[in-house]
Structures are given as structure tokens and as C-alpha cells.
């Protein structure tokens, strides 16, 4: 098997094993496990995806350095708008996220392990979250493809973008076991990655006002 292909199986076991590891039955696992340790989990997730990750986006950018998309032209304004929004999504969602909380901080001084970002108990549709459901996984989007690309680097992104989806919805199921038709109106009332439904509410309300 070719470089570039070992490349791709590790990633895919990169994104496998970050899933597996949040899982509900993995958390259940691990919380028994543990004990009263399981409050340095998301800590120690947190840690380990990062010390995994690192390494893989540098034999990336190694194995294939030249870009095959290159924005040009008036096209480099793409990217620009592209990492512009993604900032403006994570600072965005920075108001009603909680760093300690996804971090681990905060779960390592309470011993607690809310599903929320925001660290609370409550459902918080408020700001950006009146948007999109999930405004810094937007912004992941976002910073994954505004920008020139190698060959070996769409691949990687796609993958990733799979993953992104795919936890997403895994994510979702776990928020409506949580918060039942709270969460099942919301999904009705907002977008999760792109804000459709916000746009056409606005839109209805410019032609009823007609």
C-alpha cells in the first residue's frame, strides 16, 4: 500500500477511535472504569486527540506539498470570506460555549460531565445558536476548505468532513435522549451547519410586509 494510503487508514482510525471514545456505551465504560477519576476524562480526551492529531497534519502537508486547487485571481476572495466567517462563528460561539468546559477544566474542579458546551444544564438557543445548531462545527467546515489544497488535502478534508457529519448526527441523538421535544423543536426551528431556515423566516417576513 502506498504512503498516501496508510495516511487515509490513519485518519479514518483517528476519526473512528475520537468517536468511539465519546460514545455513550464507551462513556459508560469508562465511568465505571474510573470512578472518581472519570472527571480528568474529557481532559485527557482533549489531550490525547490533540497529541494524535498534530503528527497526522504534518506527514500530510509533507507527503504531498504542491496545491492543486490554488484560489487565484478575484478567487482568492473565497477563502478570505471563508476563514473571516469561521473566525466570526468561533468567537460567536465562544459567548455561549463554555472553553473550561470543552477543555475538561471545568469537568475536572466539579467532577461533573454536562453534554453541553455551555457547562449548564439548561437548552440555550440563543445569539448565533438561533442560527445553526452547531456554529463552531460550521466554522471547522469552513477553515477545512478556504484554502489552497493538495490533492492528498481533499482527500484528508472529505474524510474529515464525513466525520464531522457523522458525529454531528451522532451528537444530535444523544441531545434529544437529553432534552426531548425541547431539542426536537429546536432541530424543527434551526439549522444545524447552515442557517436555511433562519434566511427563509426573514424572507417570509420581507414579502408578508409587503
Same mark, same amino acid.
Given at each position: 500500500m502506498s504512503a498516501e494510503g496508510l495516511l487515509l487508514m490513519a485518519w479514518t482510525l483517528w476519526c473512528a477511535l475520537h468517536s468511539l471514545l465519546i460514545a455513550n456505551s464507551s462513556m459508560a465504560f469508562q465511568r465505571r472504569l474510573l470512578g472518581r477519576g472519570f472527571r480528568f476524562q474529557r481532559a485527557a480526551y482533549v489531550a490525547f486527540s490533540l497529541v494524535t492529531l498534530i503528527p497526522?497534519?504534518?506527514?500530510?502537508?509533507?507527503?504531498?506539498?504542491?496545491?492543486? /486547487?490554488?484560489?487565484? =485571481?478575484?478567487? *482568492?476572495?473565497?477563502?478570505?470570506? =471563508?476563514?473571516?466567517?469561521?473566525? /466570526?462563528?468561533?468567537?460567536? =460561539?465562544?459567548?455561549?460555549?463554555?472553553a473550561g468546559q470543552f477543555l475538561g477544566l471545568a469537568q475536572w474542579r466539579s467532577g461533573t460531565n454536562s453534554r453541553l458546551l455551555s457547562g449548564g444544564s439548561a437548552l440555550d438557543t440563543s445569539g448565533v445558536l438561533g442560527l445553526l445548531r452547531h456554529p463552531?462545527?460550521?466554522?471547522?467546515?469552513?477553515?477545512?476548505?478556504?484554502?489552497?489544497?493538495?490533492?492528498?488535502?481533499?482527500?484528508?478534508?472529505?474524510?474529515?468532513?464525513?466525520?464531522?457529519?457523522? =458525529?454531528?448526527? /451522532?451528537?444530535? *441523538?444523544?441531545?434529544?435522549?437529553e432534552f426531548g421535544d425541547r431539542y426536537l423543536d429546536y432541530q424543527r426551528r434551526v439549522s444545524m451547519f447552515v442557517p436555511w431556515k433562519w434566511l427563509r423566516a426573514r424572507m417570509a417576513m420581507i414579502r408578508n410586509a409587503r
Amino acid at each position: 500500500m502506498s504512503a498516501e494510503g496508510l495516511l487515509l487508514m490513519a485518519w479514518t482510525l483517528w476519526c473512528a477511535l475520537h468517536s468511539l471514545l465519546i460514545a455513550n456505551s464507551s462513556m459508560a465504560f469508562q465511568r465505571r472504569l474510573l470512578g472518581r477519576g472519570f472527571r480528568f476524562q474529557r481532559a485527557a480526551y482533549v489531550a490525547f486527540s490533540l497529541v494524535t492529531l498534530i503528527p497526522l497534519i504534518q506527514v500530510t502537508k509533507g507527503l504531498d506539498p504542491e496545491p492543486v /486547487l490554488v484560489w487565484t =485571481g478575484l478567487g *482568492r476572495l473565497v477563502p478570505a470570506v =471563508g476563514l473571516a466567517l469561521a473566525a /466570526l462563528l468561533f468567537i460567536a =460561539g465562544g459567548r455561549h460555549y463554555s472553553a473550561g468546559q470543552f477543555l475538561g477544566l471545568a469537568q475536572w474542579r466539579s467532577g461533573t460531565n454536562s453534554r453541553l458546551l455551555s457547562g449548564g444544564s439548561a437548552l440555550d438557543t440563543s445569539g448565533v445558536l438561533g442560527l445553526l445548531r452547531h456554529p463552531w462545527y460550521t466554522a471547522t467546515f469552513l477553515l477545512l476548505w478556504s484554502r489552497n489544497l493538495t490533492a492528498l488535502e481533499i482527500q484528508v478534508n472529505g474524510l474529515l468532513s464525513i466525520y464531522l457529519v457523522v =458525529g454531528t448526527l /451522532l451528537e444530535e *441523538r444523544k441531545l434529544v435522549q437529553e432534552f426531548g421535544d425541547r431539542y426536537l423543536d429546536y432541530q424543527r426551528r434551526v439549522s444545524m451547519f447552515v442557517p436555511w431556515k433562519w434566511l427563509r423566516a426573514r424572507m417570509a417576513m420581507i414579502r408578508n410586509a409587503r
